[in-house]
Nanobody
Framework: VQLQASGGGLVQTGGSLRLSCAISGLNLDYAVIGWFRQAPEKVREGVSCISSSGGIWYFPNSVKGRFTISRDKAKNTVYLQMNSLLPEDTAVYYC?????????????????WGQGTQVTVSS
């Protein structure tokens, strides 16, 4: 199983980015995909998750209404559209997967991880 995260970059406050997570070796019909982020000197936190049935969760209240998770099963890719970005969104963003039907918020629940993509929001 391999996950390849991409799409990070440097944007100004209020800008947008779309992260992509290309997955190989795992069928999205039987897997949960989560997006996490880790800022310097902070613990890795769950941002969003999409279950095998398409159920969606957003974990920090701060991203609700600004971030949107989606998936393209034909491309085996999961996306995180991030709008109205704020400096506090600055972090390395990771996608992760587990063979399950249920979304989990904690990073320890996930078995497979992508390499991370840096998102920097300037003020």
């Amino acid at each position: 199983v391999q996950l390849q995260a991409s799409g990070g970059g440097l944007v100004q406050t209020g800008g947008s980015l779309r992260l992509s997570c290309a997955i190989s070796g795992l069928n999205l019909d039987y897997a949960v995909i989560g997006w996490f982020r880790q800022a310097p000197e902070k613990v890795r936190e769950g941002v969003s998750c999409i279950s095998s049935s398409g159920g969606i969760w957003y974990f920090p209240n701060s991203v609700k209404g600004r971030f949107t998770i989606s998936r393209d099963k034909a491309k085996n890719t999961v996306y995180l559209q991030m709008n109205s970005l704020l400096p506090e969104d600055t972090a390395v963003y990771y996608c992760a997967a587990r063979s399950s039907e249920v979304c989990y918020r904690g990073a320890a629940a996930y078995d497979y991880w992508g390499q991370g993509t840096q998102v920097t929001v300037s003020s």
